[in-house]
């Protein structure tokens, strides 16, 4: 049994993934962030009456080569693709970041939220929530809008992904049962059965 649950962040450069993972984990907003401080962050969480254990990483891992980008997806039982509602490149790469996930993880289908960071910003939006939705319903994912500046949709965020995490048949005690078969097939996520905040 693994005794944390690891999740990754990705997305373009800039999008505020740092910042969303160190307001998740210690509920403050870094203005400039240097990614050679920290590259893994770790949370207990009580969700559903479950104390669970999160490692959270940043995307340091994602400039590997390709055997040490398989090692370490592998290792991941749950993904959050950041891009910023500021910046549509970051949006227009999206399908990149899910198409490498799937590539290295080997599978069709696996627990990812779709976020559009910096809702803080409306001012200078240049990707409308409704496209975000429409991407997140397209590939099955669940999605939000969320500031790392105000904490909004944070732990939303994680805790869905820990939902979804759930469903899949990892060596994980997230919900004991005693009688569950550890060797159940990946089962196929439903478009229709999309959350969209």
């Known amino acids: 049994m693994d005794p944390f649950v690891k999740i990754a962040t990705t997305g373009a450069g800039g999008v505020g993934k740092s910042t ?13 962030y240097d990614p050679t401080i ?3 962050y770790r949370k207990q969480v009580e969700i559903d009456n479950e104390i669970i254990d999160i490692e959270i990483f940043d995307n340091y891992y994602f400039d590997w080569g390709n055997y040490f980008k398989y090692e370490f997806y592998k290792r991941i039982h749950g993904f959050i693709v950041v891009y910023s509602i500021t910046d549509e490149y970051s949006f227009d790469k999206l399908e990149n970041f899910l198409n490498e ?12 939220i779709i976020i559009g960071n910096k809702n803080d910003l409306e001012d200078r939006r240049v990707i409308k929530k409704e496209e975000g939705e429409e991407f997140a319903i397209k590939h099955g ?9 105000t904490r909004y949709n944070i732990e939303e965020t994680i ?39």
């Open 20 to 32: 969303f993972t160190i307001q998740f984990c210690y509920s403050k907003f870094i203005e400039e």
């Open 101 to 112: 996930i799937y590539k290295y993880r080997e599978v069709e289908e696996f627990p990812i």
């Open 159 to 197: 805790f869905t992904l820990l939902r979804e995490i759930r469903k899949y048949p990892f060596d994980l005690d997230l919900n004991p049962n005693p009688n569950s078969n550890s060797n159940i097939q990946i089962p196929k996520k439903n478009n229709s059965n999309c959350f969209i905040f």
């Open 38 to 40: 920290e590259d893994s």
């Open 141 to 149: 994912c669940p999605f939000y809008e969320t500031s790392a500046k």
